[in-house]
């Protein structure tokens, strides 16, 4: 009994184990697969070859597309003091908020 027991513990572990190593491989080819097939978009390829990686790209994308040119080459971009220009700005809009509230509050 406890022989037939473990060999079909043993015949299942088998099974599950081929079944689950089988479908590792199929999705590792799949990605792979997919990574080789995959056009660049003209984004990702003025990314590569932008100074500084894509950070630079995408700053520079959304830039140009708030000014609305295109006949613009970003050489550098440099990093000012860590947040310090969104932390006023977020403390200016705080501030004003409260102040109209308090405005309509009084009228």
Do not use: H, N
């Not at 080819?29 to 984004?43: G, N």
């Not at 990686?53 to 520079?60: F, K, Q, R, S, T």
């Amino acid at each position: 009994m406890t022989d037939e027991l473990f060999l079909g513990l043993q015949t299942t572990l088998v099974g599950m184990g081929v079944t689950f190593l089988a479908l590792s491989l199929l999705v590792a080819v799949s990605y792979l697969v997919a990574a080789a097939f995959r056009p660049r978009s003209t984004l990702e390829q003025q990314a590569a070859a932008a100074p500084g990686g894509p950070p630079v790209a995408v700053i520079a994308a959304a830039v140009l597309a708030c000014l609305g040119q295109t006949d613009v080459r970003v050489t550098a971009v440099r990093r000012l003091e860590e947040a310090k220009a969104w932390r006023q700005s977020g403390r200016a809009a705080q501030m004003q908020a409260r102040r109209s509230t308090l405005e309509k509050r009084w009228r």
